[in-house]
């Protein structure tokens, strides 16, 4: 299963992107996915969830309001859209997947695929 991201960039505060992950080698519709995000000198954290059918989604709290994950079966990719951004949301962004997560989909261990990461990058 290969993930490839894309979509980052550099915007200023109060902008938005729109991240993409595209999901290939697999059965799209079997994979959970999450997007999580590093920041320089910082521990990989959780961003966003979103299950097989896309009716469960979960957020951190830090972006809860201001992104909004989702899936495209047709397109088998899934987005991460985020706005209202601020300098605390710069990091590397990477998109994760696995068939199962449990209830921990917080957990990067709990992913076995990942994408290699794109780069947000938010000026104040």
């Known amino acids: 299963v290969q993930l490839v991201e894309s979509g980052g960039g550099l915007v200023q505060a109060g902008g938005s992107l729109r991240l993409s992950c595209a999901i290939s080698?697999?059965?799209?519709?079997?994979?959970?996915a999450g997007w999580f995000r590093q920041a320089p000198g910082k521990e990989r954290e959780f961003v966003a969830y979103?299950?097989?059918?896309?009716?469960?989604?979960n957020y951190a709290d830090s972006v809860k309001g201001r992104f909004t994950i989702s899936r495209d079966s047709a397109k088998t990719t899934v987005y991460l859209q985020m706005n209202n951004l601020n300098p605390e949301d710069t990091a590397v962004y990477y998109c994760?997947?696995?068939?199962?997560?449990?209830?921990?989909?917080?957990?990067?261990?709990?992913?076995?695929?990942w994408g290699q990461g794109t780069l947000v990058t938010v000026s104040s």
């Open positions: 994760a997947a696995d068939r199962s997560v449990s209830a921990r989909y917080y957990l990067p261990a709990r992913y076995d695929f």
């Open positions: 080698g697999g059965t799209f519709d079997s994979y959970v």
């Open positions: 979103i299950s097989v059918s896309g009716g469960t989604r």
